[in-house]
């Protein structure tokens, strides 16, 4: 894995955390306990930082990023990710904050000044605009991306489960030694 420093900002990486050997993790990130980076993906907290929850997964080939501050927004964007938040396959999230018990489908773009609060499903392909915000306890679909309903308590229990799983999977990797 290649885990560098950038402007004198490294890396943060809790000692139960997994990150896959191909994944590249650059500058001011912080990655909270039990959460799991897949393989192929990248994070770059170079011009602003990542902050990363507990218990979440950032899933295969998935790019993370921030965007700089400037005159017209003197905080920039940072990425921030809450506990419990699931990111699927090849999604691309950009300076964004994602709340609590979350799920991204693959291949779902995230884009700068967006807000999501918690307990909201993001589908597989969507596109989230600058600056929405997604409110807490819905499905939201397609390009860009509308809320198409509420979210039912099975579905509810599931974006808790899909993090418990990921923690059991990261766990597996963690304890097997690579023998056939």
Known sequence: MTIRAFNGKHPSIHSSVMV???????????????????????????????????????????????????????????LIIG?????????????????????????????????VQDDVFIGAGALVPPNKTLESGYLYVGNPAVKRRPLNENELAFLKKSATNYVELKDAYLNDNGEA
């Open 20 to 78: 896959d050997e191909s994944a590249v993790l650059v500058g001011e990130i912080s990655i909270g306990e039990d959460s799991s980076i897949w393989p192929l993906v990248a994070a770059r907290g170079d011009v602003n930082y990542i902050s990363i929850g507990k218990r979440s997964n950032v899933q295969d080939a998935s790019v993370l990023h921030v965007s700089r501050p400037k005159a017209s927004n003197p905080a920039g964007y940072p």
């Open 83 to 115: 506990d419990d938040v699931t990111v699927g396959h090849k999604c691309m999230l950009h300076g964004c904050v994602v709340g609590n018990r979350i799920l991204i489908g693959m291949g779902a773009i995230v884009m700068d000044g967006v807000t």
